[in-house]
């Protein structure tokens, strides 16, 4: 598993008129994981009848909201593979008919398997949650949180339980998306520290106490008014990651 610090694993059961039927799967990774995957490699398998080009298409949505959307380091490399593998043991048959139910098995199972990723980043300390709305387009808070979920100075106030709402404020405004600034909000877990175009910095020593959890939520309003919205899952920077890499040698 080379840097990863425990193994990935998840699975489902879902039942559907025509029977039972199983999603499985696996996955490593730990360092240069970026959307485009990187060195990350999983494998989801189903007892299900699946023909190629439809489990094609459910995997491609499935991954998109989950593979797709975490970060641990921005890094990206040319040997990330994701399969999916189907071999009809069950007896049930999924058709097009039943292409919801395989995508949402599919992303229950890939999320799981993303999402441990990302804990199990190197030099991780902390899961990130990174909720963006207001945005015009999904396509644009998504291009938002990525660019917050790659912010070395928004990974590393994280790692120090530092509300530092400054940040995330400029990376926002930095995205290259629609954002009001006048009507822009921002919080860490519950506690809005930015909202009017105006801070609460008296609320930062709550939203320290939220940042020096394992679990971080980190939520930011574009003040569009838009309907756009998007998560994605970073990690902390810490020194560990520095020294993890700077002795690293393939």
């Given at each position: 598993m080379t840097t990863d610090p425990f193994p990935k694993e998840a699975a489902v059961e879902v039942t559907v008129p025509a029977g039972t039927f199983r999603v499985g799967g696996i996955a490593k990774g730990s360092g240069m994981i970026e959307p485009m995957l990187a060195t990350m490699l999983a494998v989801v398998t189903t007892d299900a009848g699946v023909e190629p080009a439809l489990l094609q298409r459910a995997l491609t949505t499935a991954a998109d909201d989950?593979?797709?959307?975490?970060?641990?380091?921005?890094?990206?490399?040319?040997?990330?593979?994701?399969?999916?593998?189907?071999?009809?043991?069950?007896?049930?048959?999924i058709t097009e008919k039943d292409l919801d139910v395989l995508v949402e098995a599919l992303r229950r199972v890939c999320e799981a398997?993303?999402?441990?990723?990302?804990?199990?980043?190197?030099?991780?300390?902390?899961?990130?949650?990174?909720?963006?709305?207001?945005?015009?387009?999904?396509?644009?808070?998504?291009?938002?949180?990525?660019?917050?979920?790659?912010?070395?100075?928004?990974?590393?106030?994280?790692?120090?339980?530092?509300?530092?709402?400054?940040?995330?404020?400029?990376?926002?405004?930095?995205?290259?998306?629609?954002?009001?600034?006048?009507?822009?909000?921002?919080?860490?877990g519950d506690v809005e520290l930015f909202a009017g175009g105006r801070p609460y910095d008296e609320r930062?020593?709550?939203?320290?106490?939220?940042?020096?959890?394992?679990?971080?939520?980190?939520?930011?309003?574009?003040?569009?008014?838009?309907?756009?919205?998007?998560?994605?899952?970073?990690c902390d920077l810490s020194a560990d990651y520095v020294k993890i890499n700077a002795e690293y040698r393939t």
């Open positions: 989950t593979f797709n959307a975490i970060s641990v380091d921005g890094e990206c490399s040319t040997n990330d593979s994701l399969f999916a593998l189907a071999n009809g043991t069950s007896g049930v048959v398997l993303a999402i441990g990723i990302v804990r199990g980043g190197e030099g991780a300390t902390k899961l990130v949650t990174i909720d963006v709305s207001g945005a015009q387009s999904n396509a644009e808070a998504k291009k938002t949180a990525r660019a917050i979920a790659n912010s070395l100075l928004v990974k590393t106030a994280v790692h120090g339980a530092d509300p530092n709402w400054g940040r995330l404020v400029a990376v926002a405004g930095r995205a290259g998306v629609a954002f009001d600034l006048e009507r822009a909000r921002v919080q860490v930062a020593p709550e939203a320290s106490v939220h940042l020096q959890g394992t679990d971080v939520l980190l939520r930011v309003d574009l003040g569009t008014g838009g309907s756009g919205r998007a998560r994605m899952w970073t």
